[in-house]
Structure formats: structure tokens, C-alpha cells
């Protein structure tokens, strides 16, 4: 007899409110970025949930605009049961960044920053070297 595991994932999308919508920015795409490893919570991200956010991150970007725009103070966080991804716009200007980059650059700072890298951190963040943004990958 063979058994069939099924799991399903919810991803969820955040937005903060702006206080009105930009329909531009500067493009930050494929910008360099310098890893920051922290701890910001109690326990970091279970893999699968990460792994899973990847896919639904690459996955989204087929199906909507492959940008979004942040404006400056605000966030961009998509979720998936322990994991989320984030774009922080810190700058005082919009910002737009892609959906791809967002997962490509999000899992290389797990990468360094999550286990099985020791010390365990919780959080791996990508910062802009002019610190006008960061992309983070955390656990909640």
C-alpha cells in the first residue's frame, strides 16, 4: 500500500497603508545588499514554511504585476504559517522592488543568517548600503 501526504500552506499578504498611493518609485531591483544576521523573535522559521513561501513568492510574481511599490515608512511582508518575507522601505522617497528579488534575496539571508548556521539567529536581513531599505526573512 502506498500513503499520499498531502499539506496545504496559506500564504498571506500584507500591505500598510500609505497615506495615498504612489504610482511610481525608484526601482531598486537586483540592488546590492549587505547580510545582517539578528535575533528578533524566540525561534526561527520552520524550513518547509519558508520553502513554501518561496514558492508561492515565485509563483505570485507569474500571476500579478512582478513589482510592488512601498512608500517610504512602510512595509511589504508576505507570509507562510512560521515564515515572512519582508521589503522595509526606510528612505524618504518610493521605493519599487520585484516579487523575485524578494524571494531570491530574502532566502539567501536566511541562508547565512538560519540554521543550521551557529549561532542560531532568528532573522536574516539584506540592507541597502545607503540603509534606504532592507529585505528581511523572519520567523513570528
Given amino acids: ?4 501526504r498531502a499539506t496545504t500552506h496559506t ?11 504612489t504610482a511610481t518609485g525608484t526601482n531598486v531591483c537586483g540592488e546590492i ?3 545582517v544576521c539578528a535575533i528578533s523573535g524566540a525561534v526561527p522559521p520552520a ?25 517610504p515608512n512602510h512595509v511589504q511582508s508576505i507570509s507562510s504559517g512560521t515564515c515572512r518575507f519582508f521589503f522595509e ?8 522592488f520585484c516579487w523575485s528579488s ?21 532573522e536574516g536581513l539584506c540592507i541597502a548600503p545607503n540603509g534606504s531599505w532592507e529585505v528581511g526573512y523572519v520567523g513570528f
Avoid: Y
Fill in 89 to 96: 522601505n526606510l528612505g524618504s522617497k518610493p521605493l519599487e
Fill in 11 to 21: 500564504v498571506t499578504r500584507t500591505v500598510t497603508a500609505a497615506a495615498s498611493p
Fill in 102 to 122: 524578494l524571494a531570491q534575496t530574502a532566502q539567501a539571508a536566511g541562508n547565512a543568517c538560519l540554521p543550521p548556521v551557529k549561532p542560531t539567529m532568528t
Fill in 33 to 35: 545588499c549587505n547580510t
Fill in 1 to 4: 500500500a502506498t500513503a499520499t
Fill in 47 to 71: 524550513n518547509a514554511d519558508c520553502e513554501a513561501l518561496v514558492n508561492a513568492v515565485n509563483a505570485l510574481s507569474e500571476e500579478i504585476s512582478p513589482t510592488f511599490i512601498v512608500a
